[in-house]
């Protein structure tokens, strides 16, 4: 899948998580959006309110080694 928008866009690491039956390992990458931009479609949230929102633990795993990425770079 194409990325939801163009800049510069950084290798966060990777997650591992483990299932009932199969292991899985995601390739997570990190980015600012500029202040500008605005989804097309689906659900994005600010950082500040993702644990509010009931993402599956694997899904949090990415999203916490994201943000750990970009708080690197600032």
Do not use: C, N
């Not at 990190?30 to 929102?53: C, H, I, M, T």
Request: avoid cysteine.
């Amino acid at each position: 899948d194409a990325p939801p928008f163009d800049t510069t866009w950084r290798d966060a690491g990777q997650v591992r998580h483990v299932f009932t039956h199969f292991e899985l390992h995601l390739t997570v990458l990190s980015a600012q959006a500029p202040a500008s931009w605005r989804p097309a479609s689906g659900d994005f949230y600010p950082v500040a309110d993702l644990k509010g929102v009931g993402l599956p633990s694997v899904m949090m795993k990415a999203a916490k080694l994201g943000i750990e990425a970009e708080d690197r770079l600032l």
